[in-house]
């Protein structure tokens, strides 16, 4: 499947008018420099794009300017070799200088016609001071003193600073940005006083923690990667880390629907995590890949797509709609090499494999026997059978099936192998065989799928769980 082209898509639409006068021009001059060009660009999410190039005048004048008002957030300036310098774009005129020394770029930035960026740097020469500090003590102190003496008041100062400044400007973008990484203070009790289990803590945690970013404001995506990229990610990644999908589900749209007066961070947020969970390898996360295609693409959310590519999620998520665990699998009836009919609904036991694969593909290769010796060990005791087909059902490659089938003892009589050249459904079309191998582990009792996406590690922890039910 193809994958969602996510920058590239937020790289071609068109930006967004919030100021009074339309467009740019940021002139930027350097006292001593011989750079002859500069580069301005922003950040966004994860990554940091070029938008434009100014050549110097011959006497360290750059002018960067452009028909289209750029997008708030953190842009930056540099030569692309050992100067660099970010700024800030908000709720102001992008009309302004900002004028500095080649020895230091940020230190010695002064402005004109921005009080954000007055205000951007001065915090950054506030805090300097701290960090020279540090390394002054740095040089005087043993490390053992340094780290246990002198940082914790580092961190101190810097938190005092931040936090003084935050109180001062409360609507700068600086202080948004700088609060939007804070995690909720989680309470130890309730309301009432009654203390919070763990679990109650986490929940809360979880439900908190967008509580500082302003997901509604448009500059929050054009920031480090370590402000909201990460903060996100971390979020999905760490945090809901082994969460069910009946939890993660209501969380994300909670997430997503806060920065819906934000277009573009909303639909960063449906774009990002839809294809995070269509690339999940954990078996149950299909279920909120499904949800969110269902909830946001399938209901026009999405704007700024072309229509092929919305169908393309809608189509997929509508296969796997079918096939998440739980669900009942679909009947297949399919013949074995003496062309006798076997039913994946009459197969016998109490549990069945169904494996889709080929001997030419080459992870087929490595991962189908060592699915069939974990196969092998429990198929007994555990009245496990395997529903295991052909994939590619060509004469040549049935040859090779039955060559590779002897040689590697895939033999039991409980490991029923399969020709897919004939069924009664198209099973590719069916059980989405795209690639191969898939692996299901589907319960006889009722059909449903117990598991999927399973390899011979996978699959033996998930038996073992099972022997120990039993």
Known sequence: MKKILIATLLILLPLTTFAA?????????????SDSALYMGYYIAQHRLFLDTAVNNGSGKFVFEGKETLQPGLYYITNNRDRYVPF????????????TENENWKMRMTTKGTKENELFFNFHRAEEVIYQDANVARRTMDSATFSNEYRPILIRRVDSLRTEFI??????????????????????????GTPMTSQERYEYFMSHYFDNMPLDDPFILRTPKDVFYDHVMDYVNKNMYGMPPEMICPLLDTLIDRAEPAPEV????????????????????????????????????????????????????????????????????????????????????????????????GHCRDIVPAIYRVFDRYADSLELSAFSILTEPDEKTVEKWKTFLAEHQ????????????????????????????????????????????????????????????E
């Open 21 to 33: 006068k339309k467009g740019y021009k940021i002139t930027f001059i350097v006292d001593g420099t």
């Open 88 to 99: 800030v774009v908000y709720h102001e005129s992008q009309r302004f200088t900002l004028h």
């Open 167 to 192: 109180q001062q400007y409360p609507d700068c973008m600086v202080s948004r940005m700088m609060l939007s990484t804070k995690e909720p203070d989680v309470p130890a009790n309730h309301d009432d």
């Open 266 to 361: 909303y639909r960063w947020l449906i774009l990002n995590l839809t294809e995070h969970y269509l690339r999940s390898r954990i078996m149950v996360y299909d279920e909120v890949y499904v949800h969110l295609v269902l909830r946001y693409f399938a209901t026009g959310k999405v704007q700024g797509l072309e229509p092929s590519v919305i169908d393309q999620q809608i189509e997929q998520a509508t296969k796997w709609e079918r096939l998440l665990v739980g669900k009942e699998a679909p009947e297949l009836i399919l013949f074995d090499t003496l062309h006798v009919p076997h039913s994946l609904h009459h197969m016998p036991g109490q549990y069945t494999l169904l494996v889709f694969w080929s001997p030419t593909c």
């Open 410 to 469: 895939m033999n039991s009589p409980r490991w029923v192998s399969l020709n897919g050249g004939e069924a009664n459904v198209d099973w590719r079309e069916v059980y989405d065989v795209t690639s191969t191998p898939q692996i299901y582990l589907i319960d006889n009792s009722n059909h449903k799928f117990v598991a999927k996406k399973l390899n011979a590690d996978i699959l033996e922890t998930i038996l073992k769980t099972l022997m120990k039910k």
